[in-house]
């Protein structure tokens, strides 16, 4: 219990650190999408406007796999993912149409354009009706493989490739050889330390497989974030809030009899109490799934966010310090960062796997008292 | 806020569910229960071979002692079995020094009655021997007394004043 206590702490004081710098970041990030919202990122990337940018052009998800990007030809050195629209029908194209958002794409009839990182219907001009800097066209359902899914994918890939290879290598004999015997501990560990205290001896198991895909999916899509390869899946509030559902889902429909009683009819109070608490109980139900979301995607969107900050140190402050000075500053900070952003990694991997074993825990638990 | 609702992309959140879904089910086949089952049987197989170990431990330990008192209890019989046979032995000896004992005092029972026997015959044999003696001599003197009548006379006198007497 203790051990959970220490581990609240600091988590809080991730979550203050890291809202105070996301709010702060996010009106900048506004702020500079006004500047920048009418002209294509052409140039070197030098000024704060066009770094801001570019990071929040990177927290976005994209439907092209961009390495580099030559700033004076404006020439991307990447591949393009393929982009699957429902809209009246299957909608199959490569993103390689839409030229980074500079050209309107055709399918069957059908007119669309990529706007920071969204697809909008258009007409054949590629027309957008702006509101504020929100266009208001008509958003397709996009299915694409976009950046993310393909991380997902790449991810999904990793875990059966290791875990499958750990799970044969038992066939071979009981110790597990090479990058399993990595692994195993790790399993062992999301079993032993997260579900076993929190759902309990009897009932743990059959949530096992739920919290083990769960845990290494962040964790290794959370690392993958810190690869160059530039992914931002977990810091993605689709990607969070689906993985808050699917935990709001399970516990729902695991959950006994005592704890849809304890949600609207408390035991143990008097009547009037009771019914002051249901709605109380109900809420906090709700934002149980809702601070998982956050959580997740405010730590690595505001963790994505600080790196390529401090790396970008380098460029703003060359004016003030020399070029030797920023970039020695840039490197010690954003390396002291990419360290703490590890730990955060498997931290947020380690408090949603926790936490979503704690709520299933309180769902199928089975009281003695009252 | 606006900005967050505005980043929500639908597709990505069915892509997700999808890909989620789809990876739960595959790693729970082919990844989690295979790997679980075999880390329980791995426990339990390390449990139990502890479990056995101690008990073999127990049971070493149990069969040392069993030995030690078969040992003694060995070692109990021995002694009394030497302390039955030099009882018996000393029973035995007694035995015929008792019997010895009464054997000879039957003997001697035996001769003290002969001698009884033999005693009295002999004293039997003298007193009819004195008796006749007696006789013997009694005749002869009443022969000598009533020879005379004087002394006859006398006798019967003396005999008279005796009884007078009396």
Not at chain 1, 3 to 26: E, P, R
Not at chain 1, 250 to 272: L, R, T
Not at chain 1, 331 to 346: D, G, K, N, R
Request: with cysteine; charged share 20%; net charge neutral.
């Amino acid at each position: 219990m203790k051990k959970i206590k220490q581990n609240f702490g600091l988590l809080l004081g991730f979550i203050c650190l890291i809202f105070s710098t996301y709010s702060f970041a996010n009106t900048e990030v506004k702020h500079a999408a006004k500047h920048d919202a009418t002209h294509e990122e052409k140039g070197p990337v030098n000024t704060p406007e066009k770094i801001n940018a570019y990071i929040k052009h990177h927290l976005q998800d994209a439907h092209s796999f961009v390495l580099y990007t030559d700033g004076a030809t404006g020439k991307h050195i990447g591949f393009d993912l393929p982009v699957i629209l429902l809209d009246n029908g299957l909608h199959v194209f490569s993103a390689a149409k839409f030229h980074h958002g500079e050209a309107v794409a055709e399918s069957k009839g059908s007119f669309y354009k990529l706007h920071h990182g969204k697809i909008y219907k258009t007409n054949k001009e590629g027309h957008l009706r702006m509101h504020g800097e929100h266009p208001l066209n008509y958003k397709p359902l996009d299915l694409s493989i976009t950046k993310s899914v393909l991380g997902m994918l790449l991810t999904g890939l990793l875990m059966v490739l290791f875990f499958g290879g750990l799970a044969k290598s038992y066939k071979r004999g009981p110790i597990p050889t090479g990058l399993g015997r990595a692994l195993e501990p790790l399993v062992i560990y999301v079993r032993d330390e997260i579900a076993r205290p929190n759902i309990g001896e009897k009932k743990h198991k059959k949530f096992m497989p739920y919290l083990l895909t769960v845990f290494f999916f962040i964790w290794i899509l959370n690392l993958l974030g810190l690869t160059p390869l530039g992914f931002n899946v977990t810091g993605n509030i689709a990607v969070t809030l689906c993985l808050a559902l699917f935990t709001f889902i399970i516990v729902q429909f695991s959950a006994n009899k005592e704890y849809w009683g304890h949600i609207f009819w408390m035991p143990g109070v008097p009547v009037p109490m009771k019914i002051i608490l249901a709605p109380i109980e109900v809420l906090g139900m709700l934002t149980k799934p809702f601070s998982l979301t956050i959580r997740l995607f405010a730590n690595i969107t505001a963790g994505h966010f600080v790196l390529m900050s401090l790396i970008a140190l380098m460029i703003t402050m060359k004016v003030a310090f020399g070029p030797v000075a920023s970039t020695g500053m840039s490197l010690l900070l954003s390396t002291f960062i990419m360290l703490i952003e590890l730990l955060v990694a498997f931290l947020q991997a380690f408090i949603f796997t926790m936490l979503s074993s704690l709520f299933i825990g309180m769902a199928v638990v089975e009281h003695d008292h009252h | 806020m606006e900005t967050l609702l505005n980043d929500f992309s639908p597709g990505l959140f069915v892509m997700q569910s999808v890909i989620l879904l789809i990876l739960i089910l595959l790693m729970r086949k082919f990844a989690w229960k295979p790997i679980l089952n075999a880390l329980q049987e791995r426990e339990e197989g390390i449990e139990s071979a502890i479990n056995m170990a101690e008990e073999a431990r127990k049971e070493i330990a149990e069969l040392k002692s069993a030995n030690e008192n078969l040992l003694k209890e060995a070692r109990a019989e021995r002694d009394n079995i030497v302390k039955d046979a030099k009882e018996t032995a000393n029973r035995m000896v007694e035995d015929a020094k008792a019997n010895a004992k009464i054997e000879a005092e039957k003997v001697m029972a035996g001769a003290r009655h002969a001698i009884e026997v033999e005693k009295a015959a002999a004293i039997s044999e003298l007193k009819l021997h004195v008796a006749s003696l007696s006789i013997e001599i009694a005749e002869k003197i009443v022969r000598t007394e009533l020879a005379s009548d004087d002394k006859q006379k006398a006798l019967a006198s003396k005999l008279a004043e005796d009884i007078n007497l009396n």
